[in-house]
């Protein structure tokens, strides 16, 4: 007997969530406002916007190759953009519980046959040192924004739930690379029913310990997650400019990170909804409309979606090409909970 929520169940809840928040916002917003905002939207901001948001991806690709390379996996840095914008397209547009970085670990191991831990391993410290980098900007923006403004009991939760969540990650993340925690783990795989997956369990240790002599790896991907970030706030910048809005620069570098941070949760369809009542709740704190920043929101959530697309022009090609990888990002198939991008 299966336990858990229903794949297609889990879908319908997110929809609903966001679809909910999404008619509650409306309608605490004045639609003329709102519809006035978005019809005189300037074209050039949006475009910027864009270019940034692909330079942001550019950079994702990189940091992935630095962690890659040192695995010995035979793939090219254009081949890993290929997996990177299909991972996009499954995880921001298809209705599937198929999450992106299962996309790109799926796709690398099949490009180098054999490979499929050191894949994974290399997936899975991408996305860790990314939030490690991120957690590093939440926390400093979080201490700024309450020595800002006076203290609620939102942002006090918000900075409670931002060091407990970064506290795990630290912790986490030591255990992940230990040595004396993994020894302590491998006499699980002597007991019987599990002996089967002691030598898969040996090479996702070695893989892992392959960036334990790769400090440098480990730092450039630190240090690109960083640089994402910041690109990511030029991107929320211009789609402001592109309203006619004029925020400074400061607030953004504060608020987006926050902002991601609430997207952590999995509770909703892309993040739409939350995004959207965390982005009214931050810009309000310095007196931007609701209106405004509702329309900022959605139109960042544009760019996201837009800059995805090139992603399903791959992602059809390979279906074209290979029946099973259709078969694996086929919606509510797997059962695997899609997992969600802070920036």
Not at 25 to 44: F, M, W
Request: charged content about 15%; cysteine-free; aromatic content about 12%.
């Amino acid at each position: 007997m299966k336990f858990g929520i229903p794949p297609r169940l889990g879908t319908l809840a997110k929809l609903l969530v966001s679809v909910g928040l999404i008619v509650f916002l409306l309608t605490r917003l004045n639609p003329a406002e709102l519809l006035a905002r978005l019809v005189n939207t300037q074209p050039q901001w949006l475009i910027l916007a864009l270019a940034l948001y692909f330079l942001a991806i550019f950079l994702g690709v990189l940091k992935w190759y630095a962690l890659v390379r040192v695995q010995t996996i035979g793939v090219s840095l254009g081949e890993l953009a290929t997996f990177t914008f299909t991972s996009l397209f499954a995880g921001n547009v298809l209705p599937t519980n198929i999450g992106g970085d299962i996309v790109r670990a799926v796709m690398l191991a099949r490009a180098d046959r054999g490979t499929s831990e050191a894949a994974a391993i290399s997936v899975f410290v991408d996305r860790l040192m990314g939030l490690v980098a991120f957690f590093g900007v939440a926390l400093l923006s979080t201490v700024i924004a309450l020595s800002l403004w006076t203290r609620s009991a939102e942002l006090e939760a918000l900075e409670a739930s931002v060091l407990a969540v970064a506290a795990v990650v630290a912790v986490g993340g030591a255990l992940f690379f230990s040595r004396r925690a993994a020894r302590q783990m491998a006499v699980v795989f002597e007991w019987g029913p599990l002996a089967r997956f002691k030598p898969r369990a040996l090479r996702l240790y070695h893989a892992i310990q392959v960036y334990r002599s790769n400090y440098g790896a480990l730092a450039a991907n630190v240090a690109l997650s960083a640089s994402i970030l910041v690109v990511a706030t030029f991107v929320w910048y211009a789609v402001a400019r592109a309203l006619g809005l004029h925020i400074s620069l400061l607030y953004f570098f504060l608020f987006n990170p926050l902002i991601a941070f609430v997207l952590l949760l999995p509770i909703s369809f892309n993040g739409l909804g939350p995004k959207e009542a965390a982005t009214i709740f931050f810009f309000g704190l310095v007196g931007v409309p609701s209106e405004s920043a509702f329309a900022m929101s959605v139109l960042f959530h544009m760019i996201i979606v837009l800059t995805s697309l090139p992603g399903g022009a791959l992602w059809w090609r390979q279906r074209t090409h290979s029946a099973d990888w259709a078969s694996a990002l086929a919606p509510e198939r797997g059962g695997q909970e899609n997992e969600d991008r802070a920036n």
